[in-house]
């Protein structure tokens, strides 16, 4: 018998204000399949997608099958994202590298778009991952009132309301908030480095560079050479002996 989602009192957070949204440069950018135009609106999409989930995506993380299944209308974009959280990229990294708590933590705020309510949230989810498993979890966040009620079947998900008006900064965003990897796995790594720079590099416009054949190239050349100098030595006139130096016949 699978043991219900435990209870969890939401807070008062951005994500749960509504209010009229100002366009800017830090408002998200809503992909979803309803108001595709062309082919490259797609390929947009599915990049939105990889950045939310894996904050970025190699060569070898993608999917090209499903990438294959979501353009030819087999799959909703509900259907990829739910293929992205259960791929060996995001389960080898995410999960196998963090507690259940972080990784609920790192689920919630990429498929719900939002931070955790607390450590009673925190407990509820861990408790499906523990029961349920990976895909039991996946599939509870995705088959949620706020998932559907929010992004539907073909909206890519995304940080909501992190800029509210009358506010200078927004707050930060996921990827940078929640690192790939907990303290431990960083630790091993050998993250965080510290790198000391011992020169101080400066700027130097293009239109002050020396060019070819400008004598200003050869300058810490000219500078290196120390020539030496061969001087007359001084002889002072009480130590000469002159008897000596006269020539005799």
């Not at 949204?21 to 999409?45: A, F, K, M, R, W």
């Not at 990229?89 to 939002?114: H, I, M, P, W």
């Not at 073909?154 to 996921?174: H, I, K, M, N, S």
């Not at 993250?191 to 000391?196: E, T």
Request: one cysteine or more; charged letters at 25%; proline letters at 6%.
């Amino acid at each position: 018998m699978a043991i219900p989602l435990l209870s969890y009192a939401p807070l008062v957070q951005n994500s749960r204000i509504d209010g009229y949204e100002v366009p800017g440069e830090e408002q998200p950018t809503i992909y979803s399949t309803e108001n595709l135009l062309s082919g490259t609106d797609l390929d947009n999409l599915i990049e939105a997608a990889y950045r939310q989930i894996f904050f970025h995506a190699f060569t070898s993380d993608r999917d090209p099958f499903l990438e294959s299944q979501l353009r030819y209308g087999q799959i909703t974009v509900r259907d990829f994202i739910r293929g992205l959280l259960l791929s060996p990229t995001f389960t080898d990294g995410f999960y196998a590298k963090n507690s259940n708590y972080r990784f609920v933590e790192q689920c919630v705020q990429r498929v719900l778009g939002r931070d955790v309510y607390g450590e009673r949230e925190k407990l509820a989810w861990a408790v499906v991952v523990g029961t349920k498993g990976i895909q039991g979890f996946i599939d509870e966040l995705l088959d949620s009132e706020e998932y559907l009620d929010n992004f539907g079947y073909d909206t890519v998900p995304y940080q909501r309301r992190r800029v509210l008006p009358g506010r200078a900064q927004g707050e930060t965003p996921f990827n940078i908030k929640s690192p790939f990897y907990n303290e431990y796995h960083r630790s091993i790594l050998g993250f965080p480095q510290v790198v000391w720079q011992t020169e101080v590099r400066r700027f130097t416009p293009q239109e002050k560079k020396a060019k070819a054949g400008s004598p200003a190239m050869f300058m810490d050349m000219a500078r290196s050479i120390a020539p030496k100098i061969n001087t007359t030595p001084r002889i002072s006139t009480a130590n000469i002996n002159i008897e000596a130096s006269v020539p005799k016949k």
